[in-house]
C-alpha cells in the first residue's frame, strides 16, 4: 500500500534527497549528523521504494516530461574526507549514484567553518563565554548539554556574518580552546578524483561556503565561479551542477545570485527548500529533502508529505533571466 500510494503522488516529480557529514558514530556536539548506521538504513529504504538516477539525467527526462513515476536523486553537501571511505562503498554496494557538491577552500587548507567552530568548543574549558562586540548573551557553559546548545547558537550566529567577520570570531575561539585548523581532517582533491572516478557526479558549492546575500557582486561571482573552474581542472571534466549554501530563497541567496550561477555556465542548481521538483521547477532552483525517520512509516509519511509541498521558488524563470 506504501508502494502504490508514493508511486501515485511520485508522478511528474522528483524527489532530491539531501545529506552533508556522515559520521560513524554522532558527535555529542552535533546529534543532528546522520550517522551511518542511519544512513545505511535509509539507502536501504530508498532501494526499496525508489531508482535512483543521477541528478542531471532525472532533471532533463522531468523536463521533457519523460521522467518515470518512482525516481530519486541522491545529493551530498560541504566535503567530508569521510564520503570516500564509508559512502562511496555503501553507495556502490546498492548501485545508487549521488552528485557531491563540494566547497572548494578545503584544498587550500581551510577547513570548513562549522568543524572548526565544533573542534573549538569541544576542546573549551567549562565557564563563561564572552564574544565580545556581538550581540550575544554571555554562555554559561556548566555541563555537556549547555556546551552542545552554546555552540548551536554560536553557529547560527556565525553562519549569517560577512566571511572576514565571521573568520576572526572563529580564530578568537580556537585561541581561547588552544586548537589549530589544521588539525582537522580535510576532504582532499585525490578524495574528489575517486568519487568522480567511480562515476559519481561532482558539483560546486562555492569556496567559502557564505551567505551568498551578505557577499557583494564580486565575491558572489567568484565564490560561484571559482569554485567550479576549480573543481573543474581537478576532475578534467566539465561541472554543470551548483548548490547555493544555505540553500533558502530569499533568505540565503536571491534573483541576482541565480543570475551569477547562470552566468557562470551551470545547467541546474540545487537549493534546501523542501518540496518535490516539478517540470515548471526552474532548473536553477530544484528543491531538495531528506527523510529522517525514525522508520520506514515515518519516513514513507514524510516523504509523502513532500510530495504535496509547493517548493517554494524566487518565482523567476530562466527565460527572465537572459
Known sequence: MIELV????????????????????ASPLAPYDLPYVDFLRLLDY?????KVLPLDEAVALLESGKLP????????DDGYNGWVEHVMPALLARDQHATF???????????????RVEQALSRLPLGSLRLADTELDTFEIF????????????????????????EQLIEYLEELSGVRPESLSLMLA????????????????TINHPILTLCSDDEARHEI??????????????????AYPNGRPAQDFNERHVRLVREAG?????????????????????????????GRLKMSYQLARNYLLPGKTLGITESVLV
Open 101 to 115: 557538491f563540494v566547497t572548494t577552500g578545503q584544498f587550500s587548507g581551510r577547513p570548513m567553518w562549522h568543524e
Open 266 to 294: 551551470y545547467k541546474y542548481a540545487v537549493t534546501t527548500q523542501w518540496g518535490a521538483a516539478t517540470p515548471q521547477t526552474s532548473r536553477l532552483q530544484i528543491p531538495r529533502f531528506t527523510p529522517w525517520g525514525p
Open 46 to 50: 530508498v532501494a526499496a521504494h525508489f
Open 225 to 242: 565561479g571559482a569554485a567550479r573552474e576549480e573543481l573543474s581542472a581537478m576532475i578534467n571534466g566539465s561541472i554543470t551542477g551548483f
Open 6 to 25: 508514493l508511486r501515485s503522488l511520485s508522478r511528474e516529480k522528483l524527489s532530491i534527497f539531501l545529506f552533508h557529514k556522515i559520521p560513524l558514530a
Open 69 to 76: 513515476p518512482g525516481v530519486a536523486c541522491l545529493t551530498f
Open 190 to 205: 585525490d578524495d574528489v578524483r575517486a568519487l568522480h572516478a567511480k562515476g559519481f557526479s561532482i558539483g560546486a558549492h
Open 143 to 166: 555541563d555537556e548539554a549547555a556546551r552542545q546548545h552554546s555552540l548551536r547558537r554560536i553557529e547560527q550566529y556565525l553562519k549569517y556574518l560577512p566571511l572576514t567577520r565571521r
